[in-house]
């Protein structure tokens, strides 16, 4: 008896120190993964599909409406805009900012707001996708009927019937010498219509894109890389600019992580290629080089659809499931570390 109670109390001792070896070991990751974190995170559980800078404050918008960030403190506020809904991009010209969403265009000064495109207007589609201020300080919008142009407070349209592959657009694009760049999604056959001094012509996957889905852009000195993608495949097409046209040139394929090639947003910074994934996280790219930050570092999801650079050295991130903020700094250091 008293061996049996003997080898009793060794059990519940054992059985003791198990429980309280595995209960430390999962604290201290937790602890560790708190301190390793390279992101803060705001919005969690909010879709937010593009960032923007205006007037001093970061301005978020996503599926449900737009979101004002103080820099300083991350102070969140949702703003009372109307009706807003899937807010896909926004621009800013000047002291106004411009708001494309499922019900049209929103255009806000920084305390009040009007609608300059919705449903009363008599276009082919209202609802947008994407936008760009050209070089005239004109607006261009993508919608789902083709790109809509605001000529002297009236709406221009051009559709498949003047020329584009397709009228679904969700990128727009100046090349630097008067030619236009429309970038179409949801047609497998249509990737680029490009429409210079009144000629058009097309990139598709036939012609050398990665991939027909067009999903965003960025022009550095005399090169545009145009991202691609849908779901697991695709890249970043490179093409030169010049006052006769776009030339394609090259394209960067890299299965960015275990989710494929998609490439989803881009920007730069110190001659850094910033690359947002559908399903990867954040990639920083140096010539053939790149390294992957994901949910793992703290980002808040993997799917990174804009890239903004603030002036305090951090940068921002609008994801599937919030805003990712870190910085700019301490990134590169990882890079380095990684590499």
């Known amino acids: 008896m008293p061996e049996m109670y003997v080898n009793f109390k060794l059990r519940k001792i054992f059985c003791l120190t ?20 390279l992101f803060t995170n705001l919005l969690e559980g909010k879709e937010v599909s593009d960032l923007v800078y205006y007037k001093g404050s970061i301005y978020a918008s996503g599926m449900e409406g737009v979101y004002k960030i103080d820099p300083d403190t991350l102070r969140v506020e949702t703003l009372d805009l ?17 708001i494309g969403h499922d019900a049209g265009i929103t255009a806000f000064d920084g305390d009040n707001y009007v609608n300059i495109l919705d449903q009363t207007f008599n276009v082919p589609d209202y609802r947008v996708n994407g936008m760009m201020i050209d070089d005239e300080g004109i607006l261009w919008v993508g919608t789902y009927g083709g790109v809509l142009k605001l000529v002297d407070d009236g709406w221009e349209s051009i559709t498949e019937k003047d020329g584009l592959l397709f009228n679904t657009v969700f990128f727009i694009m100046e090349d630097g010498f008067g030619g236009m760049i429309f970038g179409h999604y949801a047609s497998s056959k249509d990737g680029i219509s490009y429409l210079k ?55 960067i394929v890299e299965e960015w992580g275990a989710y494929g090639s998609k490439a989803r947003s881009i920007n730069t910074d110190n ?13 920083i790219m140096k010539d053939d080089v790149f390294v992957k930050l994901d949910t793992l570092d703290g980002l808040v999801n993997n799917e990174v659809k804009s890239i903004l650079f603030d002036d305090k050295n951090k940068v921002w991130l609008a994801t599937r499931q919030g805003v990712s903020i870190a910085s700019i700094n301490q990134l590169y250091q990882e890079y380095q570390i990684r590499k």
């Open 197 to 251: 001094s009144g000629n058009w012509s097309y990139f598709s996957v036939d012609s050398g894109l990665p991939h027909n889905y067009i999903t965003d852009g960025l022009k550095v000195n005399d090169l545009i890389y145009i991202t691609t993608g849908f779901y697991d495949v695709g890249g970043i097409a490179i093409f030169k600019t010049s006052p006769t046209g776009i030339e394609l040139v090259d394209t």
């Open 18 to 37: 198990l429980i309280l070896t595995i209960l430390g070991l999962i604290t201290s990751c937790s602890e560790e993964e708190i301190v390793d974190s």
């Open 271 to 283: 001659g850094y290629l910033w690359i947002g994934t559908e399903y990867n996280g954040l990639c």
């Open 82 to 98: 109307g009706s807003i809904y899937l807010a896909k991009d926004m621009v800013v010209d000047r002291d106004v900012l411009y």
